[in-house]
């Protein structure tokens, strides 16, 4: 039976949030088949969320290959750790039959993936086959296989993930070897300044914390909807560069009925020095905020901890002076920043500059504490005010 999906309101048109992607999808009778096989595959197959991408494209198995895989269900390889296709999907709207053509173009996609199963379906009927290598031919299953019996076949040699307990570090009692391994992980900028390695971690914490919910922000006309927890992407910047990694994202419903999600986390940047792609870079810890449109999810606050943090004994003290790109206009003013932050949120400046918050890196933080609420809400809002004057430029 097909699940009841919660639909939200994006740019006009009615969506749906990807199971796999994260993300809010156009409504379409293909899509709605999309998300209830990715529930199916879950709850009736045991397939983990992880192991599930969506609208994959060829080209990550093939070089120059066109074409998206609907749903890919992935296991790991033994022996190196790569992810192996085990389950091609081919979604097709309800009042599309399952013919040859259909067979045709998930045998396309296959001599590319070579997954050991293809599922077809259009909601109502389905048609599985095993991939059988010896003989390079195709046995019609009656039923798709539950994930543990793929897993179990040594085709592939798969292995599940392996589900490491999360703990928060101590950010007080500072451990030279966690500051190391938050850098080799790509966490903690290798040049930031180790007086800024506290309060990383108090937000790292903060923000990877599995176990905390944030119940609510204070944003003007917009209203905390639901905290989505953290989620693997990537987001591209104005001057091309993408910053894959682990995002916590919520999602907002605006005073007028649209929906936005915003991402963020804490991430190192690149320490290069005459880089044939990105020059010569300071290796500083940035706070990153990004704003979801369809495909065009982009950063919309790069914000450098190292440069604009102030530190007096354990209060930090967050401001930005506007510096801000606008896409191939490139750079901006700051005063023309400044002034249209001045016009929507007032409060936001002082002393010409704009002011996000303080906060009490003496104690652990967490999403209840007034300075830590304050401070994120500000940082978002900022977030949303300059996607708001990105648009208004071009």
Sequence with gaps: MPLELKEYLKDGNTCIMCAA???????TPEEVVRQNTIQKLVSDFNVPHRMIDAEVPLSYYEKGARGRADIVVSGVAKDDDRPIPLVLVECKEPNVPLTDKVEFQILRYHSILRAKILYLTNGRDEVVYHYLSEGNRYQQLNKLPKYEDLLDDDYYEPKELEVVDWKRPSHTNLDNSIVDELQREGYIGEDSDSQYHSLLINLLGLIFDPDSQIESLDLPFRRLIEDGGMRFTTFGNASGGGFPGDYRYLIFERHDGE?????????????????????NSKGHSLFLFAVDDYENSHLSFEYAIDRFVNKENETFTFWHDGTLTVGKRGRVKNQEVIDYIKSRRPELIRDGKVYLGQVDNSRQFEWNQKGVKNLISNLITYSFLRNEFRNSKK
Excluded: C, D, E, W
Aim: net charge positive; aromatic share 8%; proline share 4%.
């Design 21 to 27: 992607r994260k993300k809010l999808i156009r409504i």
């Design 259 to 279: 929906t936005q999600i915003l991402s963020f986390t804490i991430m190192g940047k690149l320490s290069a020095v005459n880089h044939p792609l990105y020059g």
